[in-house]
């Protein structure tokens, strides 16, 4: 017990955020969502496309990667966490999901770098990603304790009239937009019945349905009113809020007897079925057929990545070559690290292999921080998009330290802060944005990281995660620049002079990809809702065994790496 105390993470300072920041941060949730909302669908056999642009050509890359997979399932649990979908359709789109996954070709347990969406094909050559199958392994383990969780919980809490809330919100700012209409009745109205079911949720089955009943209906009215244009953001968000209502009617529906006997309030999954019913008996056994059906998609072999004489993981193995890589993660600041800890916790890997991880310090700003490759916000951020951190380690300063260098540096260049890979100013022959990594000197061992300067909103959303209120604030400054469309910010802001054209200062690339999506929207999540994939993490038994490695100190007395011949280059 006394060792359980001494482990548990220090009492984080709150984040202070206004009323309008929050609402702000809600919205761009509720945007966030709707790029797998709009995207992972039965076209995509429920696998979230790689990307959306919206400029050369407005086009769908029919591709997905375990990265992209492992980030839409618990996008999906995120969602429900929100208050966007009911129980029900976060049961019907991670069983759509999982029944695809089980379908795909694997190697060893292992998914393939890529798949045809389409044609469920894996797409050449044939390879895996070290830290691909990492980060599906830790999002399933992730997922596991989320949906163990929901038979303990109300089927209607007042989450749904928050995510209810941030939809209206939305709405409101769109048909705002539309020239000669400022505010039409229906929607006052809706607005009205919405603010008075937020206040004041219903406490029965009864009131819940009435309630429920007369936002659909307003709703509907609301949707008569808008220009029936798929193209109407107005009209698209309002059918959004419909549909939000509608779902949470067929719960109630599906769930609630017309006789309600023996309840008070509002029950659980777990009450109702104690009283008998059937329905709710069967979606606990679907829950729990879910769980294990996320532990077996966890499950893979380890040892043809692992180099036991370095006691280091490979990049990734060529299966069509039966090559492996010969090139390894050997630093702590990696996104790597979560597939190490996972492999570890499964006792795949023996814990040694933490140890191995090159813990190269330098400093930023006075303070120590671990150098990684790139200098990128995903490898400092991304692992902890799940894993706990806890104050006064390596980890937890390496991360403050990392953005407080980022935000130093966009000061530095005159723009918004906030460097990750990311896509760039660059169509290749079929018309699509090239991609690839950008970082901060002075964060990573790469040279020549001054020379490109893109802008990645999502690393400012990562970053939401250890400077709350700085990044929230990047954030609005990138919004208020108009770099925000209809799926919350755009995939990056180009501001390389060799890019540009003539007379421009920066180019907006229009495009969003699944996994920025999908980390922003957990990022938003660990803020908003006070980080529930981490609390999951530590409740999943894999890993609570292995917690005291994400502990471990900042040394007393090092030799620190010096940077100084990149940063007297730099050109500001």
């Known amino acids: 017990a006394i060792a359980w105390w001494i482990s548990r993470p220090l009492a984080r300072r709150g984040a202070r955020l206004t009323d309008e920041q929050t609402i702000f941060l809600r919205k761009i949730s509720r945007k966030t969502w709707a790029f797998f909302e709009t995207f992972v669908d039965p076209e995509d056999n429920w696998l979230p496309p790689d990307n959306y642009q919206e400029y050369p050509v407005a086009r769908v890359a029919h591709r997905t990667s375990p990265t992209n997979m492992g980030l839409a399932l618990l996008a999906n649990l995120s969602a429900h966490d929100f208050g966007y979908?009911?129980?029900?359709?976060?049961?019907?789109?991670?069983?759509?999901?999982?029944?695809?996954?089980?379908?795909?070709?694997?190697?060893?347990?292992?998914?393939?770098?890529?798949?045809d969406t389409q044609s469920l094909k894996p797409l050449l050559p044939l390879y895996i990603s070290t830290v691909d199958s990492g980060n599906l392994a830790g999002h399933l383990l992730t997922l596991r304790p989320g949906l163990l969780a929901l038979p303990d919980q109300k089927i209607m809490g007042a989450r749904l009239f928050t995510g209810l809330s941030d939809t209206l919100m939305i709405l409101a700012d769109a048909g705002a937009a539309i020239p000669g209409i400022t505010a039409p009745a229906p929607l006052a109205h809706l607005q009205k019945e919405l603010e008075s079911a937020y206040n004041s949720p219903p406490t029965t089955l009864v009131a819940a349905r009435l309630c429920l009943d007369q936002l659909a209906t307003s709703a509907a009215e609301v949707v008569a009113g808008i220009d029936a244009d798929h193209e109407n953001p107005a009209g698209w968000w309002a059918r959004a809020f419909a549909r939000q209502c509608r779902d949470a009617l067929d719960e109630l529906a599906l769930l609630s007897p017309s006789t309600t006997l023996g309840i008070d309030g509002i029950p659980t999954l777990r009450e109702l079925a104690g009283l008998g019913n059937q329905r709710a008996i069967e979606r606990i056994a679907a829950i729990e057929r879910l769980a294990l059906q996320s532990g077996e998609l966890a499950r893979m072999e380890y040892d043809f990545l692992f180099d036991k004489?370095?006691?280091?993981?490979?990049?990734?193995?060529?299966?069509?070559?039966?090559?492996?890589?010969?090139?390894?993660?050997?630093?702590?600041?990696?996104?790597?690290r979560l597939y190490s800890f996972v492999a570890i916790a499964q006792g795949q890997l023996p814990q040694e292999s933490w140890f191995t991880l090159g813990r190269l310090?330098?400093?930023?700003?006075?303070?120590?921080?671990?150098l990684s490759w790139g200098g990128s916000m995903f490898e400092y951020l991304m692992p902890l998009l799940?894993?706990?951190?806890?104050?006064?380690?390596?980890?937890?300063?390496?991360?403050?330290?990392?953005?407080?260098?980022?935000?130093?540096?966009?000061?530095?260049?005159?723009?918004?802060?906030?460097?990750?890979?990311?896509?760039?100013?660059?169509?290749?022959?079929?018309?699509?944005?090239r991609y690839r990594a950008f970082g901060v000197p002075g964060l990573g061992?790469?040279?020549?990281?001054?020379?490109?300067?893109?802008?990645?909103?999502?690393?400012s959303a990562l970053a939401l995660m250890v400077a709350p209120e700085e990044a929230c604030l990047n954030l609005q400054r990138l919004s208020a620049e108009g770099f925000e469309g209809k799926y919350g910010f755009y995939e990056a802001i180009d501001y390389t002079p060799s890019r540009l054209p003539r007379g421009q200062s920066s180019a907006v690339v229009r495009s969003f990809m699944a996994h920025h999506q999908g980390m922003s929207f957990l990022s938003l999540a660990y803020l908003l809702l006070d980080r529930p994939m981490q609390k999951r993490f530590e409740a999943e038994p894999v890993f609570q065994a292995t917690m005291l490695l994400l502990q471990e100190r900042v040394p007393k007395a090092t030799a620190f790496y010096s940077h100084t011949a990149e940063l007297s280059g730099l050109r500001t």
């Open 361 to 370: 310090l330098t400093t930023a700003g006075g303070e120590p921080i671990l």
């Open 386 to 433: 799940v894993m706990p951190t806890y104050e006064n380690t390596l980890l937890d300063q390496t991360y403050k330290a990392a953005v407080a260098r980022q935000i130093e540096y966009g000061k530095k260049r005159g723009v918004p802060w906030g460097i990750s890979e990311s896509g760039y100013n660059t169509i290749d022959v079929r018309l699509n944005y």
């Open 85 to 115: 979908i009911s129980t029900g359709q976060l049961i019907k789109r991670t069983a759509n999901a999982f029944h695809t996954m089980k379908t795909l070709e694997r190697y060893r347990g292992h998914f393939y770098n890529w798949y």
């Open 445 to 459: 061992l790469q040279r020549g990281l001054a020379g490109d300067l893109v802008i990645a909103p999502y690393a």
């Open 309 to 336: 004489e370095r006691h280091l993981l490979t990049i990734g193995y060529n299966v069509g070559e039966r090559r492996r890589d010969a090139s390894y993660y050997d630093l702590l600041a990696s996104e790597a």
